[in-house]
């Protein structure tokens, strides 16, 4: 299966730009990241792992209140039940394992 951006579910969320892609699968869900100033909510997932992979630009993730600098080529996995947001100019690859569900995000609070 092949898909491409005009084929993506598009979504402004907090200051990120989502490109959702729509890989039918309930195992994984992948999407493309671009923020320039951040993510400004913190959120928790009950039930997925986020994988995100910096392909561009340097940021800080805050994962249960502990800060963590990134810049390109870094990976950052949020287990289950991590609090997390964060900041900088970047674009990011997301994986979810399993597919990301609206049911199992909870919102913590919004990054001012």
């Known amino acids: 299966m092949k898909l491409t951006r005009k084929q993506t579910v598009h979504k402004n969320k907090f200051g990120a730009d989502l490109r959702v892609y729509k890989i039918n699968r309930k ?13 400004f909510e913190e959120f ?8 995100y992979y910096v392909l561009h630009g340097k940021g800080t993730f805050y994962l249960n209140g502990k800060s963590t600098t990134v810049k390109a080529t870094d990976v950052v996995v949020i287990p289950p039940k991590t609090k997390a947001y964060y900041l900088g100019h970047m674009k990011l690859v997301l994986v979810t394992v399993p597919a990301w569900q609206a049911k199992y995000e909870k919102h913590v609070r919004l990054i001012k």
């Open 27 to 39: 195992d994984a869900g992948l999407a493309y990241i671009e923020v320039k100033k951040g993510h």
């Open 44 to 51: 928790m997932n009950r039930k997925s792992t986020f994988i």
